[in-house]
């Protein structure tokens, strides 16, 4: 599975970006996709991620500021941020999850940098 990610960049504070990507490759049918963000020197966390159901789970962060959404016909996941506050700045990493058995696959694309100013 290849993840590519794109739309990160400078925002002001209070300003909205747009994150895509584009997944290809063995697709499970059942997925989760969805977006993490990592600043230097601090883990990974989870922003928001998308089951095909079309639920959805947000970090208490950017719950009400950041929208996931997904469109499966294209193996495209999406990542509406707005409100964007200068905490938001990170390296934001596209994620898919295929789900089979046991254990889930997880698999990365790289990531693309978003940086808020105040």
């Known amino acids: 599975v290849q993840l590519q990610a794109s739309g990160g960049g400078l925002a002001q504070a209070g300003g909205s970006l747009r994150l895509s990507c584009a997944a290809s490759?063995?697709?499970?049918?059942?997925?989760?996709m969805g977006w993490y963000r990592q600043i230097p020197g601090k883990e990974r966390d989870m922003v928001a991620i998308?089951?095909?159901?079309?639920?959805?789970n947000y970090s208490d962060a950017v719950k009400g500021r950041f929208t996931i959404s997904r469109d499966d016909a294209k193996n495209m996941v999406y990542l509406q941020m707005d409100s964007l506050k200068p905490e938001d700045t990170a390296v934001y990493y596209c994620?898919?999850?295929?789900?089979?058995?046991?254990?889930?696959?997880?698999?990365w694309g790289k990531g693309t940098l978003v940086t808020v100013f105040s």
């Open positions: 998308s089951s095909k159901n079309g639920s959805a």
């Open positions: 994620n898919l999850e295929n789900l089979g058995g046991i254990w889930g696959i997880h698999y």
């Open positions: 490759g063995n697709i499970f049918p059942l997925n989760v």
